[in-house]
């Protein structure tokens, strides 16, 4: 192994917002079944690059309008919002 190569898992590019550990699961991302493998990799990139709870509900927000928009055209059930994945921000960056 090469310098800086050992089992230590440092901050990748992208996690050094309070989200930076955030997985995408069936369970915290409503219409998860409805995106592609890119837009579920772009969505915990957005989720992973947050700075605030605030931030975090308002794209959450957004996204779940398009994921009900895109069920509607699909003729599928519109994805429900379960839990609160934004909860995961520490205590100081919630507002």
Known sequence: MG???GMHRGMGP???GPYGHWRATRSNT????????EER????DKMRSMQSADE??????????RMVERAKEKGVAAPAMRGDPCRVAPPAAKK
């Open 41 to 44: 990799s772009a969505h915990v």
């Open 3 to 5: 310098p800086g190569m």
């Open 14 to 16: 992208g996690m050094g």
């Open 56 to 65: 975090c509900k308002a794209y959450l927000a957004e996204h779940h309008a």
């Open 30 to 37: 409503p219409g998860y079944g409805l995106m592609t493998p």
